[in-house]
């Protein structure tokens, strides 16, 4: 699954998965300084349960790492990922 990567403007970022125009699931954040500060992961119902969600905060964690930026978990899901799982602890902010 591909992921676009998006500027939103005024330091809003995301990673969108669409097609055929449509948003199927993103994930945004705003950075501050060298924190992204996840605020909203999406899915389209229909694709719910299975793991796109997933692999929009896995494509954000590698952009973090690649960028040596640190992540807080501000939206549901994310702060919910973090919790249930070490693999994010390096981008803990």
Known sequence: MEFQYKELGQDAYAF???KDGKTLGEITWTLLGD???MDHTFVIPELRGTGVAKQLLD?????ARENSYKMEAVCSYVVSAFNESDEYEDLKA
């Open 16 to 18: 969108v998965h669409e």
């Open 35 to 37: 924190v992204m500060v």
């Open 59 to 63: 494509r954000s964690a590698k952009f």
